[in-house]
């Protein structure tokens, strides 16, 4: 695994990786995700993948070894530089399981895709209860994305004190 070159971007734990993973089912057969090709753990084939990924044909087979590279690879290149964004937005003051959902969210649909949804807005705005409320409505059409936000919504409300309506603070060694 490749993990140790997050830590410039901070990284979305072990827990949420294996979540994600449970989540987006392995297919190591290249399949139609939409309007996109995808393969391994929900990776949508882009002209930026390196070139052994972006040449895949739909129905192409790789092996799980390849997979777990894809994988690592987006954690590298699509979710730890989206929550480096993200974290430039909203601060670094959050529990873990903050970024976790978030970072679950961007490797769902994009840094971009998780900026324009009303859930975001909400949450940056500190509107925190109403963005637990609309969080399992965000782009949750296709089956099984009900069950994603759930379990992002878990991972999100994580060190949430309802009673004062603000997250516990993370002592700033804890970055």
Known sequence: MIWSSLSAYGQISDEM??????????SLEVYMDGL??????GHRLKD?????VRELE???????????????LDMI???????????????WNYPPGVYDALGSL????????????EFYRLFKNRRYEESF?????TKSRQPGLFDRRMKELDFLMRGFDFSTG???PVPKSGR
């Open 36 to 41: 996109y090709r995808a393969v391994g753990y």
């Open 133 to 137: 409320k609309e969080l399992p409505r």
């Open 106 to 117: 961007i490797y769902n649909m994009g840094l971009s895709g998780l900026r324009e949804t």
């Open 77 to 91: 290149y699509l979710v730890g530089p989206g929550l480096a964004e993200i974290r430039k937005e909203i601060g």
């Open 17 to 26: 990786k294996h979540t994600i993973k449970q989540l987006e089912r392995l």
């Open 58 to 72: 739909l129905y192409d087979e790789i092996s799980v070894e390849a997979a777990e590279i894809i994988f690592d």
């Open 166 to 168: 603000r997250y516990h």
């Open 48 to 52: 930026t993948d390196v070139s052994w």
